[in-house]
T-cell receptor, first 113, second 117 residues
Framework: KQEVTQIPAALSVPEGENLVLNCSFT??????LQWFRQDPGKGLTSLLL?????REQTSGRLNASLDKSSGRSTLYIAASQPGDSATYLC????????????FGPGTSLSVIP | GAGVSQSPSNKVTEKGKDVELRCDPI?????LYWYRQRLGQGLEFLIY????????KSGLPSDRFSAERTGGSVSTLTIQRTQQEDSAVYLC???????????????FGPGTRLTVL
């Protein structure tokens, strides 16, 4: 059974800092891993999707890496801004249960001006 | 529309009443997902549709919960005899779902906030 964890649960950084969010999964047989952002009271916004054959994906100040064999992904945010404050979730689509995307509990990020 | 839409955005109901939540996926998306998010918690998978079929109903928390999808488009999630523990945000997502693709990206709606008094 796939389980997804994220650390830290919460993070507070001053504006301008670079930061790393971590996601771990127990079953390395995955199709893809997706990072989402959730603002309070809102739905989820897709940030990056990494296919199982890929090592990383980049979009603007965001870079996501994937190490399938160790069951880990990181989301790197460069030069953080107050607008980056949100909850970040990773989600894994497994080969054994393709239809059931499993989400981590999220990391709540606060970027202080 | 361009994105996934859900209605109503907010629903307050009394314990014991039935509620119906609606999801309109992105046009052309064959896969549709329902999730529940309780306050301060992560997303809990409820059910998945491929077309009008739901091959996996294991996530539905009880027999008070049911879902259907018609015409491969709109889906409704029905909760009968609501209980206070049903209070949560119910999120819907859709994806292309054209076979088992590693590029299949989920797009989420804004959710329906359900409060059971």
């Amino acid at each position: 059974k796939q389980e997804v964890t994220q650390i830290p649960a919460a993070l507070s950084v001053p504006e301008g800092e670079n930061l790393v969010l971590n996601c771990s999964f127990t079953d390395s047989a995955i199709y893809n891993l997706q990072w989402f952002r959730q603002d309070p009271g809102k739905g989820l916004t897709s940030l990056l999707l990494i296919q199982s054959s890929q090592r990383e994906q980049t979009s603007g100040r965001l870079n996501a890496s994937l190490d399938k064999s160790s069951g880990r992904s990181t989301l790197y945010i460069a030069a953080s801004q107050p607008g980056d404050s949100a909850t970040y979730l990773c989600a894994v689509r497994s080969e054994t249960s393709y239809d059931k995307v499993i989400f981590g509990p999220g990391t709540s990020l606060s970027v202080i001006p | 529309g361009a994105g996934v839409s859900q209605s109503p955005s907010n629903k307050v109901t009394e314990k014991g009443k039935d509620v119906e939540l609606r999801c309109d996926p992105i046009s052309g998306h064959t896969a549709l997902y329902w999730y529940r998010q309780r306050l301060g918690q992560g997303l809990e998978f409820l059910i998945y549709f491929q077309g009008n079929s739901a091959p996996d109903k294991s996530g539905l928390p009880s027999d008070r919960f049911s879902a259907e999808r018609t015409g491969g488009s709109v889906s409704t999630l029905t909760i009968q005899r609501t209980q206070q523990e049903d209070s949560a945000v119910y999120l819907c997502a859709s994806s292309l779902g054209q076979g088992r693709l590693s590029t299949d990206t989920q797009y989420f709606g804004p959710g329906t906030r359900l409060t059971v008094l």
